[in-house]
């Protein structure tokens, strides 16, 4: 009998080491090329040479000189703001008509509310491309901005319907019954109360579109955003330079993205806050 428990503490020792081993070599397989990256940022030599030696933070010091990096930085910022403008303000009114209104094919909707995401960015480019050019709309930063609000849209609306599911409609009703009117209650209640949800979905919607280049491909015109320029100069070679811009990048969407669960988990709502992670990671591979 001894033997017997002896051996089921040996197997079941061996398989959560096997599983720990296991896990450690994904993580590093997925973090470790960013830790180098991050690493070959502040290389005194470049990019060449192992390990990196004489550390220094003038490639930083480059970056911030270089005017056209930092024209397609500002760029990325007014086409991710624009965008996530977009994306709520059609966003939120289509959470509200899910959770409130009653229609044919509702549950269909939802589903393919994911859809934008679900897309590669190839298709939904061409797609939005073809319709400018038989629009004769010139491309520019505003077609960027409208393929980003385009494909974003569902991530707004996911994220609100969450929330809505969470609220608790005691609390309009009551408004109600005190004399107030539908506005009045949405703008002091309801909107209140999506807050989190409505600043959750601002902060994913901005990081995506910064870091978005398959539909911005498709739809630049003169002016580069930050993905575009560093891809430009990715055809000429990995630079220092590239690395630091490319750390900076990969710092600000971190905190976005911690902040962003943060708030999603403040909120209480997991289900649409998977739905979307899940879209988008399926969209990434």
């Known amino acids: 009998m001894e033997l017997l428990v002896s051996g089921n503490r040996r197997e079941a020792t061996k398989g959560p080491r096997w599983l720990l081993a296991h896990a450690v070599a994904v993580f590093a397989f997925l973090y470790l090329p960013i830790a180098v990256l991050i690493l070959y940022s502040f290389n ?20 911030f000189s270089d005017g056209p990096i930092w024209d397609s930085v500002w760029n990325s910022l007014h086409v991710a703001f624009a965008a996530m403008v977009i994306s709520l303000a059609i966003g939120v009114p289509a959470a509200l008509a899910l959770d409130r209104a009653q229609f044919p094919g509702k549950a269909l909707f939802r589903r393919l509310v994911l859809l934008p995401l679900i897309l590669p960015g190839v298709i939904t480019g061409l797609s939005l491309l073809m319709l400018f050019n038989a629009a004769a709309i010139k491309l520019s930063l505003l077609t960027i901005v409208l393929g980003h609000g385009t494909a974003l849209i569902s991530v707004a609306t996911t994220e609100v319907f969450a929330g809505l599911q969470k609220l608790d409609r005691a609390q309009e009703e009551a408004s109600l019954d005190l004399g107030a009117n539908y506005w009045q209650t949405f703008w002091r209640v309801t909107m209140p109360n999506l807050k989190l949800s409505i600043i959750g979905a601002a902060l994913l919607i901005f990081t995506l579109s910064m870091d978005e280049i398959a539909v911005s491909f498709f739809l630049i015109g003169r002016d580069n955003t930050l993905p575009l320029e560093i891809w430009g100069r990715l055809r000429r070679g990995i630079t220092p330079e590239i690395n630091a811009v490319s750390t900076i990048i ?6 976005a993205i911690v902040v962003w669960y943060r708030l999603r988990m403040r909120d209480g709502g997991t289900e649409a806050g998977m739905e979307v992670v899940e879209a988008v990671g399926g969209t990434a591979s």
Not at 44 to 63: A, I, K, M, Q
Not at 250 to 255: C, D, E, G, K, Q
């Open 44 to 63: 005194g030599e470049g990019v060449g040479g192992f390990p990196p030696r004489h550390l220094t933070f003038d490639w930083y010091r480059v970056l």
């Open 250 to 255: 990969f710092v600000f969407s971190l905190v």
